[in-house]
């Protein structure tokens, strides 16, 4: 068994899923690894490549399944992240091939046997799907990243493909923080933060955090769209997360059972979020995260 993984590149650099999303793949086989040519040299460390095939690849959808599709024949498992790019190209992909794909795996049990969350997080599937080449996107906060250190192979291939579509401009979001789909800590926000939002951020400052929000504090304009966690928004697994002024509404709920530990301030102690929490402070938010910051400076905590 031979596996393909579409790595994960943004502005020329491996993001953080590509090594988690290596790591799903190594449990299935030895692993080729597809990725722009900026990134092969930071590609060919990570542990469990076997191969590097590095080319200009299309970034856009409808031009790189195919070039996925003429590279798939001797693969017996086609793996990219379950994020933007894998969830437009591993659909498009298994069109391509005639074959159903399985999304969202947080756990490999076998060659043909995977896990995903269904009902919004609610229960868990174990899927089959029954076919002799499987396509999979893996959510990459589900598994732990692969180490570095490794010096496999790099080969350049062809991999030029017109596409139908075309790029006209992109803007990109500048943050110093943490990517919230791999972050260690997550600090999440909720409606009743308001224009005081940059509480949020100073505490994630703080912890070395990456700041989340819920769809109510998006949809309010008091958090951008791209920090939303949830059923709709990203999905985060990390060692804290720290939901402030949130509720716990089921399809938030979704987006964190990924996390190891959850911390809640909330003035309702009834509210979902509290109530699942490993701690729980209930207060006035506007008391209790001032004055948290104020002890955290004072214990000279900044990571
Ligand atoms: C199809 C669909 C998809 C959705 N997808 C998502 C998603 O991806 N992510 C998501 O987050 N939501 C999603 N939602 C919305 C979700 O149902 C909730 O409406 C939303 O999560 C609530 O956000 P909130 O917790 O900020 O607000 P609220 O539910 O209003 O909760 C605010 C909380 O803050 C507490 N509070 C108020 N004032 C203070 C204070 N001063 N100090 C401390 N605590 C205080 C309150 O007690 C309350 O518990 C979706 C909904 C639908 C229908």
New binding site residues.
Partial sequence: MAVLVLADVDNGKLTAATARVVAAAAELGPVDLLVASAAAEEARTIAGVHRVLAGELPRIADALAPVLAKLAGPYSHIVAAANATGRDVIPRLAALLDLMPVTDVTAILGPNKFERPIYAGNATETVSDGQGKHLLTVRASAFAPARSGNAAIVEAIDTSNPSVAEIMGEQRSQSTRPELSTAQIVVS?????GDKFGLIEQLAGQLGAAVG???????AGFAPNEL??????KIVAPDLYV??????????L??IQGAKAVFA????PA????QIADAALV????E?VPAVIAELEKLGIKR
């Fill in positions: 926000g909720g409606i009743p933060l929000a819920t769809r109510a504090a998006v949809d939303q966690v949830g059923q709709t928004g939901g402030i002024g949130i509720s716990g509404a089921l399809q938030h979704a987006g301030i909330n003035k309702d509210a979902p979020l509290m207060a006035d938010l506007f209790a």
